[in-house]
């Protein structure tokens, strides 16, 4: 089993700053576990001189882990479903663990993957949402046979949003069991919600009206990827991106 880790920035090098490297000192087997690692880092058009970090800091991430850094210089906007699908389709595992750069992991997740996947190969862990548990919706652990199986991340999808909970709720669908990752291995960096959205396309983060019904999903964005998902769900329509190239680099 190798377990590759997943992580994009868009002018978020503070947030890596403060967590990669932890994170990958942190990402090693503990136990038994046979089980290799790598850290995939993928540079979505970032402006804040992550070439000149990535090259200063690349022998002690190598130190650590089996280091792997692609960019683009294409994307105006931030956009998590081809983020997503980039770092999945040219990560080398056989098992996917996509971690937002403003997370932080804890010793002994890999061992949790392991153990898990182990006794159940066709799971999918995810972070249920609740008031405790958020920002760390982005932290999913998949086979890469399943990732490519559904095609991924839905990139119909625009703007903030719901798209991991779709992908989770897919995969679900197609037989995977889905297990809660303990929140002893959750971790995160505090930051404002402007910040959070800052480089998605504004056209599509416009806020719901705080009379709405569904003003808990915050964005339109959200709102109308939910209800994208769920009518797929309901047609069974599992696979994403069928009529056009995903993941493209």
Known sequence: ????????????LHHLDLTYLK????????GISKIDVEFVLLNYN??????DWVSANKKEFEK??????????????????????????????????????????????????YSNFKLHPNCILNVPYS????????????????????????????????????????????GCKKISIPKKYLGKLE???DERVSNYDP?????INPTHKNSHMKYKSNLSNFMRSTTNIKKNKLVANESTPWGVL
């Open 23 to 30: 994170n990958m000192k942190k990402s090693m087997p503990m």
């Open 64 to 113: 650590n882990a089996e280091f792997r850094y692609i960019k683009t210089t294409k994307p105006k906007f931030f956009d998590m479903s081809v983020v997503k699908n980039i770092l999945g389709k040219n990560a080398t595992g056989t098992h996917l663990c996509w971690l937002d750069a403003d997370n932080l992991t804890e010793n002994g997740f890999v061992d949790f993957v």
């Open 46 to 51: 970032s402006k804040d001189k992550i070439d």
């Open 191 to 193: 930051h404002s919600e």
């Open 203 to 207: 056209r599509f983060v416009g806020k």
């Open 1 to 12: 089993m190798k377990l590759s880790f997943l992580t994009s920035c868009m002018d978020r």
């Open 131 to 174: 008031d405790d548990t958020k920002g760390f919706g982005g932290r999913i652990v998949c086979s890469k046979h399943h990732f490519l199986e559904v095609n991924g991340y839905d990139e119909s999808f625009v703007g903030w949003g719901y798209e991991e909970i779709d992908f989770v709720n897919r995969l679900c669908k197609t």
